[in-house]
């Protein structure tokens, strides 16, 4: 990584989700588990706390 963030503000809204009336990206339970997973990952190996809200992966 480059930038060496403090934090990460992960605001991992489910409004991508297939069923929600809101979003337009159809990704699956699957999917939104996956994009979850990869960005915590992704911080936790860089040392980097997150805040998150609505993770998915964390349920």
Known sequence: ?????DVV??????DVHHDD???YLSLSSDGLYAR???VLDL???AAIPVAAADV????
């Open 43 to 45: 911080c936790r190996h």
């Open 1 to 5: 990584m480059i930038y060496q963030p």
């Open 9 to 14: 503000l992960y605001d991992a809204g489910v």
């Open 56 to 59: 998915l992966a964390a349920h």
């Open 21 to 23: 009336r809101l979003g």
């Open 36 to 38: 979850d997973r990869y």
